[in-house]
């Protein structure tokens, strides 16, 4: 159809450009950085949709980036564009002499070809806000037909179609067929509740794999977080880096990782982007500088490859990073995630990608938990010794696990030698949980613990001398199955 529509505006094109005032121009355009463009693109007789993302940040000009490509290794002259929007590609000079009007004629270079580019108004029939384009047609000097060419006739202007058959080359077609604004590209995402994620790795003892769910947000923080909800309740601990995210700037709120890394984020991310933080993995909680650099290839687990910021982090005076994270802007969160503190050889964390989509339907485990006893019995900051606690609780027949919660812990004073023991014995008579002062670190000694339930009456006895102070809450933990629909 375009090359019908060809011959009969090469006919009346001359007419046209004499009797009517307005003729169709191209200007140069202004592609804005995270632009992205999708194309039906066929090289060597294969066809598939493509999607670039336009970058501006470059020394030589404009670059088309890879936000959804199916072939890892794409190459074409189209990719890459000079200061003034020409093909930096070599045997290509002078293709878009902007700007360009109906009735344009021109010398250029075309895939090491000279040729003669004649333009023509024709109608835009693609998914832009525009009615009219230009449609180049390049030819040789002996009349072949090496090239055509549409650009908008709209702001800002973009290529619509290509069509490049070189004699001694591979011909390439593109057509436009989508083309919108990401402008918060390199900005914190914007997740929208049902988005999920899923990953394999390891996280301390625990390791597996994981779906998490965007599912609510926690607005009892000093700033809101947003949730991610494992579906399933065996993969929290397994999870606990991925549960809370800052709402602000889309940081993880683990305690974990909150000491490792103070400072995780520092957007809008770029190539070269640093930034500095404090770090627990240090001998003295040392200082480290993170880096950030544009990785424009990377894989992702559909088969595709996108670009993505890799980000680095050293501890002063050493070669070699304790963390590196990758963020993909396409996934709206990370590709990798891995931390290596200093005095070990293993990771802590080790997390892969495996998986992402939206609106999420399907089976989830709720949890669910009663608090069933807590120290001191009515509140208060510490019960402090010496106390004795003899007592007993219930657990429901529901229960899977009984927890001493996190945040639990006991402390004694400087120059005390503590006396401290802490037995909880389930309704069967076994006694499945006990701590004692040989546990005490620092002064401190954590009490945050959880045990197989059994329904029926427990026994908490705990014992403590003078100065020392204990603050403790017991749950009793299940989860229901609940169908949930994000659709």
């Known amino acids: 159809m375009r090359r019908v529509l060809l011959a009969i505006l090469l006919l009346t094109g001359p007419l046209a450009g004499c009797t009517s005032p307005d003729r169709a121009t191209v200007e140069d355009p202004d592609w804005p950085t995270g632009q992205l463009l999708t194309y039906e693109l066929t090289q060597e007789g294969e066809t598939a949709r493509e999607t670039f993302l ?22 074409s002259p189209l990719t890459q564009f000079d200061e003034e929007h020409q093909p930096r590609a070599e045997g290509f000079s002078n293709a878009f002499p902007f700007p360009i009007e109906d009735g344009d004629e021109h010398e250029a270079r075309i895939a090491g070809a000279d040729v003669t580019v004649t333009w023509s ?3 835009h029939e693609g998914p832009l806000d525009a009615d009219r384009e230009l449609e180049g047609v390049a030819r040789t000097q002996d009349g072949e037909q090496l090239a055509v060419f549409g650009l908008s006739a709209g702001s800002p ?17 593109w057509e436009l067929v989508d083309a919108r604004l990401h402008e918060g590209w390199n900005q914190p995402p914007s997740w929208t509740k049902g988005d999920w994620w899923t990953y394999e790795g390891s996280f301390r003892s625990e390791q597996g794999s994981s779906k998490v769910v965007y599912t609510t947000d ?7 977080q947003r949730e991610l909800s494992p579906v399933r309740v ?19 709120q683990s305690g974990y990782i909150s000491n490792v890394l103070s400072s995780f984020w520092s957007w809008p991310l770029g190539e070269g982007k640093t930034w500095s933080g404090s770090s627990s993995v240090g001998e003295r909680g040392d200082e480290y500088q993170a880096l950030s650099h544009l990785s424009l ?12 910021f890799a980000v680095e982090a050293y501890l002063s005076g050493r070669d070699e990073p304790f963390a590196t ?17 200093a005095s070990e ?10 998986d992402w989509g939206e609106a999420y339907h399907g089976e989830m485990e709720i949890p669910r938990r009663v608090q069933v006893d807590q120290i001191p019995a009515r509140g208060g900051s510490f019960l402090s010794g010496p106390a004795e606690i003899d007592r007993t609780f219930d657990v429901p027949e529901q229960a899977r696990t009984v927890q001493i919660a996190p945040r639990s812990f006991a402390v004694h004073e400087p120059d005390v030698d503590p006396e401290f023991r802490l037995t909880l014995t389930d309704a069967n008579g076994t006694v499945v949980l006990e701590h004692n002062a040989s546990q005490f670190q620092d002064q401190r000694l954590s009490l945050s613990s959880n045990v197989e339930a059994s329904p029926g009456d427990w026994r908490l006895q705990v014992d403590i001398g003078e100065g020392v102070s204990v603050l403790a809450r017991l749950y009793a933990n299940w989860y229901e199955t609940e169908t949930v629909d994000f659709r």
Not at 218 to 224: F, V
Not at 345 to 354: A, G, H, K, Q, V
């Open 345 to 354: 050889e293993d990771p802590t964390l080790n997390f892969t990608l495996e």
């Open 54 to 75: 336009v970058y501006n940040h470059t020394p030589k000009g404009t670059d088309l980036l890879a936000w959804n490509l199916s072939r890892p290794n794409l190459t």
């Open 325 to 341: 994270w990758e963020y993909s802007p396409r996934a709206e969160h990370l590709v990798s995630w891995r931390i290596t503190p």
């Open 297 to 308: 290839r990377a894989p992702l687990p559909d088969g595709s490859v996108t670009t993505t």
């Open 121 to 123: 108004q024709t109608p």
């Open 234 to 252: 065996e993969d929290r601990v397994l999870m606990l880096p991925f549960q809370g995210w800052r709402d602000g700037d889309i940081a993880p």
């Open 218 to 224: 926690d607005t009892s923080q000093p700033n809101t």
């Open 157 to 173: 202007a973009l290529l619509t179609y290509a069509e490049i058959d070189p004699p001694d080359g591979a011909a390439e077609t």
